[in-house]
């Protein structure tokens, strides 16, 4: 398991998946980079706001992440073979959409080619190159439903 694109851990260990979670959230909000999205119509809009004063600006990318909020899968093999397991928030499609570098940026994508029939909800994060921290992110949900 990976949190935030920081720290490595290893699923089951609670306790310490828990702590870092807990530490990612007490991070104070202005640390991070400003994010939003907007569905209006045919476009997906996302503004990216510029760095953080006094931190350092590292090449990043805008991802956008196509998400299947549930989906149950029957499992045929292993320790939980035979048992039918939920998953939440399954990516479905992860696509670049744009690069920053410290100053504002807006990206527009066309909804429709993003879309999937299972993937009703959309996730942008600012991501730095390599793998790295997640700087922002920001969901919309009901991707499917008509926006004016």
Not at 4 to 28: C, D, K, Y
Not at 43 to 52: D, F, M, N, Q, R
Not at 77 to 92: A, D, H, I, Q, S
Request: hydrophobic share 40%; aromatic share 4%.
């Amino acid at each position: 398991m990976v949190i935030n694109g920081r720290e490595h851990f290893v699923g089951s260990r609670e306790m310490e998946v828990r702590q870092e979670i807990e530490a990612e959230l007490a991070r104070p909000a202005d640390s991070f980079v400003p994010i939003s999205m907007e569905h209006r119509g045919k476009e997906l809009t996302i503004h990216v706001g510029a760095a953080p004063e006094g931190e350092p600006v590292p090449e990043a990318t805008v991802w956008v992440a196509m998400v299947m909020p549930r989906t149950a899968v029957d499992i045929a093999r292993g320790e939980n073979g035979g048992r039918e397991l939920t998953y939440y928030n399954v990516v479905r499609r992860l696509v670049p959409a744009g690069m920053w570098s410290g100053e504002p940026v807006t990206v527009t994508l066309p909804a429709e080619e993003l879309m999937d029939d299972e993937a009703t909800e959309c996730a942008a994060l600012l991501q730095v190159d390599g793998g790295g921290a997640i700087l922002g992110a920001t969901a919309v949900t009901n991707l499917g439903a008509s926006n004016p």
